[in-house]
């Protein structure tokens, strides 16, 4: 009989325990967006880049070689200039010539 008091105890006990009853969620009030403001984009200035050969008491720039290459693929090679995307430049002092690769695949030279 003990036995059967001790489990109605515990069965009083749980009932008389009341669970916490399930928290509300609290519903925040829709946060309010900044106005939009576009920022000013600030370009980045390219620099000017000068490039220019000395040998000899003699000067030569970069935009009067390139210029050259144009004229040759133009006048002598018969090759529209607008078509070169890649143009490198030779410069060898001691032949007096420069040398040029267009495009991978047109070359030439020409002297100083």
Do not use: C, H
Request: aromatic share 8%; hydrophobic share 45%; net charge positive.
């Amino acid at each position: 009989m003990a036995e059967k008091k001790a489990a109605a105890a515990k069965m009083a006990v749980k009932a008389s325990v009341k669970k916490p009853a399930p928290k509300k969620a609290v519903k925040a009030a829709p946060a309010k967006k900044a106005p939009a403001v576009a920022a000013p984009v600030a370009k980045e200035a390219a620099a000017k880049v000068s490039v220019y050969v000395q040998y000899q008491d003699r000067e030569w720039d970069r935009e009067s070689l390139v210029q050259t290459v144009k004229d040759i693929m133009k006048y002598d090679m018969q090759i529209d200039p607008a078509t070169a995307k890649d143009i490198r430049l030779y410069i060898n002092t001691e032949e007096d010539r420069v040398y040029f690769v267009v495009n991978k695949d047109i070359n030439g030279s020409f002297a100083l």
